[in-house]
């Protein structure tokens, strides 16, 4: 990427939070930690509180982890509870409350074990989205959630701060969308490395406002080096879309390989990104609302999952990719299992070349996955779809 004072600053995000985030508890300031999307962060931040993201993404602590947990065990898992028991994450160290969910087995009895350490709400998640009495029951979920932020932090949330709450929300999924859509410029401005960099460190910021504020900023910064021609990545190198499991800096081994390897991640279908960008809409019920914009969330813990399959048809039109990658970490079933229903699905809408790859934290696979990466490569190359259809 041409040199941008923008996202020198973003990239130390993280560590300058940090510092920030000890001043506020000092000056009396709640923070609510989340592992999960379905966590809705509208009610943490209309009770005053600070949302800050927690899901493992290093390979660090999960011999920690393996002590208590299976080794055979998903290693986002591994590493979120590992970073609890080590208390070597200072957001979680910071946290008053965890908001957890049930998106999987795994997660679900991490929770158990992590109450130990912190606080634990656990938000029961229906696992289907188009029947009425799943929304009923989100609601009330998100109600008790209410209840319990409330009483934690003596406060009373109004109509008035979740629409307030709503509206700033919005703002940073606007943010992000148009960030994020940059990339359908060919070449993209940025690489998905660097993509990456700004989505993961952007989950560190407690104050949304400045970190909108910034990304906007970024976003202007590309928009306009697109227009003057000054990208420095390859016209040619072929375009990705990545879909799966959650994917951050210390877990980001298939996208390193892969623009190693000359191409290039042009679009996240992951929690982190464009799962994340659907606002809540207007309402006379604001906590249904949200309960609704949540439950629409196209994860593969629904079943079915269509939302998923026709939002990754969708991005891969938009964005004209040449191939799509499906990420799938050891031992995460829903994922591993949905990838042989959505490489069909994408068969019969797009066409395009699909691979699947299951692995986990660890550097013990590069070899063989460069390989892999490097056939994938190939094949789009062969296929003569390189550069977008």
């Known amino acids: ?45 209309a009770a005053g509180a600070s949302p800050v993201m927690l899901c493992g993404t290093s390979q660090n602590p999960i011999p920690a982890a393996e002590q208590v947990l299976p080794r055979n065990l998903c290693p ?28 999987c087995d795994g997660k679900k009895k991490m929770y158990e074990l992590m109450e130990e350490f912190k606080p634990v709400h656990l938000m029961q ?57 940059v ?26 406002r400045a970190t909108i504020k910034l990304i906007d900023q970024l976003t202007a910064e590309l928009t ?9 990545l390859a016209t040619d190198a072929p375009r990705i879309l990545l879909t799966g499991v959650p994917v951050g800096l210390g877990s980001d081994k298939v996208v390193r390989l892969l623009e190693e390897a000359g191409g290039q991640v042009v679009c996240f279908e992951s929690c982190g990104a464009y799962k994340k960008v659907e606002p809540v809409r207007q ?18 813990c629904m079943s079915p999952n269509r939302n998923r ?22 031992a995460c079933h829903t994922y591993n299992i949905e990838s042989y229903s959505l490489r069909r699905y994408l068969q019969q809408e797009t066409g395009l070349p699909f691979l699947q790859i299951e692995t986990d934290y660890s550097e013990s696979d590069s070899e063989q996955l460069k390989l892999r990466l490097e056939a994938f490569l190939e094949l789009l190359a062969s296929a003569g779809t390189t550069g977008g259809a």
């Open 1 to 45: 990427m041409v040199e941008s004072a923008v996202f020198k600053q973003i990239e130390k995000l993280r560590e300058i939070n940090v510092l920030a985030l000890k001043d506020a508890k000092e000056a009396g300031q709640a923070v609510v930690g989340t592992y999960c999307l379905y966590a809705p962060a509208e009610l943490i931040v």
């Open 76 to 103: 986002l898992i591994k590493s979120s509870y590992g970073f609890a028991a080590t208390d070597t994450c200072p957001f979680f160290h910071f946290s008053d409350l965890i908001v957890a969910e049930t998106t």
């Open 125 to 181: 998640l229906p696992q289907v989205q188009d029947h009425d009495s799943a929304l009923d029951y989100w609601v009330k979920e998100l109600q008790r959630l209410q209840t319990r932020l409330e009483e934690s932090f003596g406060v009373e949330i109004t109509e008035d701060k979740l629409r307030d709450a709503i509206a700033l929300l919005n703002d940073e999924r606007r943010s992000l969308k148009a960030l994020q859509d």
């Open 183 to 208: 990339c359908r410029h060919k070449p993209a401005p940025i690489s998905g490395k660097e993509m990456l960099t700004v989505l993961h460190n952007r989950g560190f910021a407690l104050d949304k």
């Open 224 to 232: 306009e080096w697109v227009r003057l021609g000054l990208s420095t």
């Open 283 to 300: 309402s006379d019920d604001p906590l249904r609302a949200i309960a609704e914009c949540y439950l629409n969330i196209p994860c593969s």
């Open 309 to 330: 399959f026709e939002l990754v048809a969708r991005l891969a039109k938009e964005f004209q990719v040449d191939g799509i990658i499906d990420l799938t970490w050891q």
